[in-house]
């Protein structure tokens, strides 16, 4: 499977705060970038998806933003709550690989009241 | 997008037994997938279950372990064989459906002792 590198492994950010996810792919044939939120015992769901012909999508309090050089996507929270606290995947997947999705390492994040 | 039903949710089960884990789909999906995740830790595929064929298996997953069916566009079982304590996991279906979502189960948490 070609690789996505996720950072940080954890992170812990004050409610109200931004709270940031960085990835890096390898294959440039990568044509999808979703993100997953996870909560304990539940399967992954999907958050916020973005493909390579926009540099930026946001919904609501998050938002995607998508470089195609340097081949690398982040994850923004804004105004992050308690609620938020979960893991974060991000993922990637190609046509010319099956489909299927390739997914990053995980964060785990604790937004603190 | 597609609501995905796993089950069971968890089992215990006798090393050296088999678990099937059945996965269904409230509607017609292209692509169904069985990944791992174990606690903590990211997801890992499987295989892609691939409707009236044989399964697509990843580097390191074989199918005599980990049999797998999709007899039509909304079913698939996954098969965990001769099960060891390594096969202590979380086991996930995902589909992709319409509006090139993918869908995850809420996972089978599987023991063995």
């Known amino acids: 499977q070609q690789q996505v590198k996720q950072s940080p492994q954890s992170l812990i950010v004050q409610k109200g705060g931004i709270s940031i996810i960085n990835c890096a792919y390898e294959n440039t044939a990568f044509d999808y970038f979703p993100w997953y939120q996870q909560f304990p015992g539940k399967g992954p769901a999907l958050l916020i998806a973005?493909?390579?012909?926009?540099s930026e999508k946001k919904e609501g309090r998050f938002t995607i933003s998508f470089n195609k050089s340097a081949k690398q996507f982040s994850l923004h929270i804004m105004d992050s709550q308690p609620g938020d606290s979960a893991t974060y995947f991000c993922a990637a997947s190609s046509p010319n690989a099956g489909n299927m999705l390739t997914f990053g390492g995980g964060t785990r994040l604790m937004v603190k009241p | 997008s597609a609501v995905i039903s796993q089950k069971p949710s968890r089992d215990i089960c006798q090393r050296g037994t088999s678990l099937t884990i059945q996965c269904q789909v409230d509607?017609?999906?292209?692509?169904m997938f069985w990944y791992r995740q174990q606690p903590g830790q990211s997801l890992t595929l499987i295989a892609t279950?691939?409707?009236?064929?044989?399964?697509?298996?990843e580097s390191g997953f074989v199918i005599d372990k980990f049999p797998i069916s999709r007899p039509n566009l909304t079913f698939s079982t996954l098969t965990v064989s001769n099960m060891s304590p390594e096969d202590s996991s979380i086991y996930l279906c995902s589909a992709l459906g319409t509006g090139w979502v993918y869908t995850f189960g809420s996972g089978t948490r599987l023991t063995v002792v």
């Open positions: 279950a691939n409707q009236g064929s044989e399964a697509t298996y």
């Open positions: 509607s017609q999906v292209t692509m």
């Open positions: 973005i493909r390579p012909d926009v």
